[in-house]
């Protein structure tokens, strides 16, 4: 199972990442805007993706891994079980979340 710490490595290995709290729990920024966060119960992640309707898909065809909440109805964010991602699919997730909120200067090549 993927663990906060690993959530760490893996969103502070992006260019311009760094975490602070967010609610009592752990968030990474990138430009002073979040790009994920452990949710309290844990084993959750919260992170944004490209629209609601990307949020739509992701939870149709994987259930198991992705999910949501009334509180995220209207928000272009998705819910992550940490037990249901592996590393590969975990960096994938983050890297594409980090690309949403970086600024222009980190997106450049």
Request: with cysteine; aromatic share 8%.
């Amino acid at each position: 199972m993927i663990s906060e710490d690993d959530v760490r490595r893996e969103a502070l290995a992006l260019p311009g990442a760094d975490e602070r709290p967010m609610y009592g729990t752990p968030a990474f920024y990138v430009g002073g805007r979040w790009f994920a966060r452990i949710r309290e119960e844990g084993d959750v992640l919260a992170a944004p993706c490209p629209s609601e309707e990307h949020k739509r898909e992701l939870v149709a065809a994987q259930p198991e891994t992705f999910f949501t909440t009334p509180h995220y109805d209207g928000h272009a964010v998705v819910l992550v079980r940490l037990g249901a991602v592996d590393r590969q699919e975990l960096a994938e997730l983050l890297a594409d979340a980090w690309r949403l909120r970086a600024p222009r200067r980190l997106l450049r090549p």
